[in-house]
Nanobody, 115 residues
Framework: QVQFVESGGGLVQPGGSLRLSCATS????????MAWYRQAPGKQRELVAA???????DYADSVKGRFTISRDNVKNTVDLQMDSLKPEDTAVYYC?????????WGQGTQVTVSS
């Protein structure tokens, strides 16, 4: 059973930074591209950033230049560094494979950007 455990969310002021971390198994990281997704209240879940097995990264236009995805195959984590946060980044953030596995969604971590 695939498991992802997200952490690092919280309340931050506009312009601030947060670093999210997703813990999973080493076998998952060796076999799959990984991604961060988010779901804001009343909206559909959307892709935020993806990192492929070869290291290539893709970002949603709304976060390009502000967010950075990375993977650590020693710690078995996938991180999302979020800088210059905006109120519209407020959402629950999830990690999953890319493309996502519908049976593998975790609890997510809440990010709230507000003054």
């Amino acid at each position: 059973q695939v498991q992802f455990v997200e952490s690092g969310g919280g309340l931050v002021q506009p312009g601030g930074s947060l670093r999210l971390s997703c813990a999973t198994s080493g076998s998952i990281l060796r076999l799959y591209a990984m991604a961060w997704y988010r779901q804001a209240p009343g909206k559909q879940r959307e892709l935020v950033a993806a990192i492929r097995l070869g290291g290539n990264m893709d970002y949603a236009d709304s976060v390009k230049g502000r967010f950075t995805i990375s993977r650590d195959n020693v710690k078995n984590t996938v991180d999302l560094q979020m800088d210059s946060l905006k109120p519209e980044d407020t959402a629950v953030y999830y990690c999953n494979t890319f493309p996502a596995s519908d049976r593998a969604w975790g609890q997510g971590t809440q990010v709230t950007v507000s003054s």
